[in-house]
Nanobody, 126 residues
Framework: QIRLVESGGGSVQPGGSLRLSCEVT????????MAWFRQPTGQEREGVAA????????HYSDSVKGRFAISRDTAKNTIYLQMNSLKPEDTALYYC???????????????????WGQGTQVTVSS
């Protein structure tokens, strides 16, 4: 059993940047697919980015590729999502999720992740 706590959300103008953090309590060394999902109000949860704790696999949705970067710090047991060139359509509640498996071709599906954080709100508006 692991616990995930997100932080770093906030309000930013279009074109701005934010860095989200997901602090993990529990042992995830070398064995978990860690992902960021987001859920705009009234819409379904969608996969944004994923990284295996080994650091050997990263995945991005087409909507954020080239703007967002996922990374991990194994010493701090923390997953990050650096978000640059933010757009109003990036506004959503962002969640960290974990699955004790490789990040396979279904990483973007929320149903594949049993462990979730409580979410952190990101609002992009002028």
């Amino acid at each position: 059993q692991i616990r995930l706590v997100e932080s770093g959300g906030g309000s930013v103008q279009p074109g701005g940047s934010l860095r989200l953090s997901c602090e993990v309590t529990g042992n995830i060394a070398w064995g978990y697919c860690m992902a960021w999902f987001r859920q705009p109000t009234g819409q379904e949860r969608e996969g944004v980015a994923a990284i295996h704790t080994s650091g050997h696999q990263t995945h991005y949705s087409d909507s954020v590729k080239g703007r967002f970067a996922i990374s991990r710090d194994t010493a701090k047991n923390t997953i990050y999502l650096q978000m640059n060139s933010l757009k109003p359509e990036d506004t959503a509640l962002y969640y960290c999720a974990a699955d004790r498996d490789l990040c396979n071709g279904r990483w973007f599906q929320a149903k594949n992740f049993p462990d979730w954080g409580q979410g952190t709100q990101v609002t992009v508006s002028s």
